[in-house]
């Protein structure tokens, strides 16, 4: 099968609140699949549904070719879960954490001791293992949660925002080790992280008010927005007087200043010529024409900021 999550038109309305609307998406068995979107675009929601956690209000999602509505027990059984926020049992020691989540799995003493020694090497918490996950920092209680994900050798993992809180370093350990876990199975993550999902994903799909945007690879969508008209300025001196003339300009959409540097997207290509002769090059260093990120992509077609 090529496919190993197939979403039909999910819809999911809370009071009112539309938080997934009529949503359809395939992903590609043994891809890392990443969805982005700000606060409130419906990435919980439908990590919930599709883990059988929640149902929707229509539609039908299917994992590994079984219904989510009518085989809730096979989906749950496929599936490992990295929920948004830790759910470990602070009165189990993090071993006890593991066995139990593996005997909720039907897995005997024998078949999951060896694999627990093994997750818990991998992700560097063999030397805690017996102690409270209270006392654990949290991205050491994030790769816990990521290892109880795994003991039960799931076909799909689903990881929702895996790394937020934690700090680069962390950060950079968790992407280590879903990267090491690439092509052995299908994993849908979601993330505020621009960076997250350019570095570990085959494809993402930007979604807000529960639909989504754009879907491609990083490189796509970053392809797409190539022709944006983000400059780097850079003077010499004055940069004070610069910005106040800089923000007199109406064609510059959006400015940003970080010591003697701007930052600025301009409305089209045209507007470079009054921008060189608004500002002549007697105090000018330099200028440069940016890549546009992920995080740019993301602003242009949500009109806002991501969180963190
Ligand atoms: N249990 C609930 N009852 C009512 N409304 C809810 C519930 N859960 C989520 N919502 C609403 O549904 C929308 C989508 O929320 P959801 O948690 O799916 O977003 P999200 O994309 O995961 O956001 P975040 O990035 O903040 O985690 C929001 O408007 C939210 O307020
Ligand atoms: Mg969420």
Known sequence: MNNAISI??????????????????????????????????????????????????????????????????????????????????RYLTAREN??????????????????????LELTGLTGRQHDFPDTFSGGMQRRLVVARALIHAPRVLFLDEPTTGLDPQSRRAVWAYIQSLRSTMTIFLTTHYMDEADTLCDRIVIMDHGRPLVD??????????????????????NADRY?????????????????NSFRLELRDEESLKPLMDGIGSKDLKGICLEE?????????????????
């Open 8 to 89: 039909q038109n999910i819809t999911k309305v809370y009071d009112g609140i539309r938080a997934v609307d009529d949503l359809s998406l395939e992903v590609r068995s043994g891809t890392i699949f990443g969805l982005l979107g700000p606060n409130g675009a419906g990435k919980t929601t439908l990590i919930k549904i599709l883990t059988t956690l929640m149902r929707p209000t229509s539609g039908n999602a299917f994992v590994e070719g079984k219904s989510v509505l009518t085989d809730g027990a096979s989906v749950r059984g496929m599936i490992g879960v990295v929920p948004q926020v830790n759910n470990l049992d």
């Open 98 to 119: 593991l066995a139990l989540h593996a005997r909720m799995h039907r897995m005997r003493a024998r078949e999951y001791g060896p694999r627990i020694d093994e997750l």
């Open 216 to 237: 491609g690879t990083a490189a796509q969508l970053k392809e797409a927005f190539a022709h944006s008209h983000v400059y780097e300025l850079e003077f010499r001196a």
């Open 292 to 308: 546009p990120s992920l995080e740019d992509v993301f602003i242009h077609l949500t009109g806002k900021k991501i969180r963190e």
């Open 243 to 259: 910005e106040e003339v800089l923000r007199t300009f109406p064609f510059i959409r959006s400015l940003e200043r970080r010591g």
